[in-house]
């Protein structure tokens, strides 16, 4: 019977960022901190938003200058920096969107409890799929797959992803429900996505279920949709040498 490798492939670098928060524009527009795209220019921005936080703006304004410098040194992978002007923000407005992005850099520093309890508080204010989603990621990441699943299955109540369906799936072979899960990603199976996740969660599902050449003929039809996928290599290479 198959496991997956110990490789959880980053499917959802970009949840936080697919969500906006509900904090209101800034009233400073003039100040070059709101005109520059942090994702884009990230270093302009850390530049600009230092000096619209030292200049003396207050309320929003200063909340959106410490979120958008947050942003810009999560982009560079500067995480402490983004966790301390994120949590400032916070102090200042309290945001659900502001929330989830920091608890998914939360997530990225290994803080998983952290991140955990911040998703669960962002519920609470706001049903939405993506935090949802995003609970799911980070309880699978702490292993809790029961947990997982039924983040993922209240995600999937609102709308359909590949990337809800590869952590509910992947849940589910965690939980040794290997027929469950093929039949949760196969309707993905002809989506784009960004990767070769989807087959090779569908062939393992397949294969754990005694279906051994639907597995093969799975993971290849996978391979020339997403050529020298490793994941998709991986099962091959082990499924082949059985």
Known sequence: MFGRRNILKQACLVLMFLFPGTM????????S????DENEAPDASISACTEAIASGLEGEALAKAHLARGVAHRELGHLDQSVSDLERSLEIVSDTGTQRMLAWTYREQGRYS??????????????????????????????AFEAAL????????????????????????????????????????????INGRLFEIAAIGLWNSGQYQRALE?????????????????????AEGQ
């Not at 524009?25 to 003039?30: H, Q, R």
């Not at 901190?33 to 520059?36: A, E, K, V």
Request: aromatic share 10%; with cysteine.
């Open 33 to 36: 901190c709101f005109q520059i």
């Open 150 to 193: 039924s983040d993922c299955e209240e995600a999937e109540k609102q709308t359909t992803s590949p990337d809800i369906m590869f952590f509910k799936g992947r849940s589910l072979l965690e939980l040794n429900r290997p027929r469950d899960a093929f039949v949760t990603v196969e309707p993905g199976l002809a989506m784009p996505d």
């Open 114 to 143: 952290e991140a955990e309890d911040l998703y669960t508080d962002v519920l609470r204010k706001d049903d939405h799929w993506q935090g949802w989603l995003s609970r799911c990621v980070v309880r699978t990441d702490m292993g």
């Open 24 to 31: 209101a524009p800034a009233s400073d527009k003039g100040h």
């Open 218 to 238: 799975t993971a290849k039809r996978g391979l020339e949709i997403y050529p020298a996928d490793p994941d998709i290599l991986w099962f091959l290479s082990q």
